[in-house]
């Protein structure tokens, strides 16, 4: 075994390197930031060991408050947290193209929100367990557009069907047809 010297300035930055604030969450990684009794609590960063990272507030080692988490595929979700959930108000984004901006709920699109597809295609209004549901208006990106309401993700009881070659069905909608 051949010996190596090392400087002491070498010696601290490898000691900080090894034992910086380090923890183990759900998937896990290590942490940098702020603790309080041993935690994650205050601002810090995790970065996962699949290459994903969370940048934002921790409360008794859970994401909580406002941060950013950018998964290792390229989506990525800017907003408010609760219990290592999105909840509250947030920004949702695909490496397609497609993003959600509105309201969520213990990790899921609930309450007012606005979804655009990268085709063109939007839906403006009420979600709930991640579906359309309530009232909202969906257009296509051929031009059709329907203002009514939603259940669980389909086109259900009173609306409106604007059809791009100017035709409109106007009553109940059931399983996404017009009676």
């Known amino acids: 075994m051949k010996k190596v010297q090392i400087s002491e300035l070498a010696l601290n ?4 390197n090894i034992k910086q604030n380090s923890s183990v969450h759900v998937h896990g990684g290590h942490y940098a ?5 041993g935690k994650m609590h205050g601002k810090g960063i995790y970065f996962y060991n699949d290459g994903s990272k969370y940048t934002g507030d921790w409360e008794n080692d859970e994401m909580n408050g406002q941060g950013t988490f950018t998964w290792a595929c390229g989506e990525k979700y800017i907003g408010q947290w609760k219990n290592d959930m999105q909840h509250g108000y947030g920004i949702y984004t695909w490496p397609d193209g497609d993003k959600y901006e509105g309201q969520w709920e213990m990790g899921e699109k ?5 979804f655009t597809w990268s085709d063109g295609e939007i839906y403006i209004g009420q979600w709930k367990n991640d579906m359309r549901h309530g009232k909202g208006t969906h257009t296509w990106s051929d031009g059709d557009k329907y203002i009514g309401d939603w259940k669980n993700d389909i086109r259900d009881c009173n609306g409106i069907y604007l059809h791009s070659n100017s035709e409109v069905s106007i009553g109940n909608f059931e399983n996404n047809r017009f009676f």
């Open 13 to 16: 930055s490898i000691k900080l």
């Open 110 to 114: 609930s309450g007012f929100g606005i």
């Open 33 to 37: 930031g702020e603790r309080k009794d």
